[in-house]
């Protein structure tokens, strides 16, 4: 069941059965708080609030594909940990149209489905993951940031732009030629998310 429009913490979701999302989820300290909060301050001078908001998300994702914090994510075996629980939900909870695995976030472009809210998607995501990574680390401890971002695609244009951010940011980030060779990632899967054979 679809929750709608609501606030958990700082950040507003949308989520409606039916919707195609963008969603960003982050390792713990891939963008401190106190970080976010120093890039906040400094736009408060901008008296549009959608530009504020356009202006730190540019700030974000800058910040992330530097790959800072641990990034866990740049081993193969964490990487290939969230890809297969991106891709085991397909055709269940969501319809998984993209996806790309950085080495500190993940993007994810998704159809939700009838029967889970996207809360609960990501929830089982993260949660699936860290209890997986956490143990083939050696490690204790919280994985990821409480918070994802989300964001509703409103038209053909915006999902055909969000689709190729998503295939792109490897390319973008440095860690390959083209999207094709990001192993951990929709484009490098050759992923057709229409096959009943999809992945």
Not at 75 to 90: K, M
Not at 121 to 132: D, F, H
Request: charged share 30%.
């Amino acid at each position: 069941m679809s929750k709608g429009i609501f606030n958990r913490g700082y950040l507003p979701h949308w989520d409606f059965q039916g919707a195609v999302q963008a969603i960003t989820f982050r390792l713990r300290d891939s963008v401190p708080a106190h970080v976010i909060s120093g890039w906040r301050r400094e736009l408060q001078e901008d008296p549009d609030e959608k530009e504020r908001a356009k202006k730190l998300r540019r700030l974000i994702a800058s910040f992330e594909d530097q790959g800072h914090g641990e990034a866990f994510l740049r081993e193969s075996a964490c990487a290939e940990i969230v890809q297969r629980q991106l891709v085991l939900g397909h055709g269940v909870e969501y319809r998984l149209l993209e996806w790309c695995v950085m080495p500190n976030h993940i993007h994810v472009l998704v159809t939700v489905g009838e029967s889970s809210p996207l809360s609960s998607i990501v929830r089982n995501w993260k949660g699936r993951s860290a209890i997986e990574i956490n143990r083939l680390l050696g490690r204790l401890g919280s994985l990821w940031q409480r918070e994802y971002f989300d964001r509703y695609i409103r038209d053909l244009n915006h999902f055909y732009d969000c689709r190729a951010y998503i295939r792109n940011n490897p390319v973008n980030a440095g860690l390959c030629d083209a999207p094709e060779e990001w192993k951990f990632s929709s484009a490098g899967a050759k992923w057709q998310p229409d096959r009943e054979d999809a992945g």
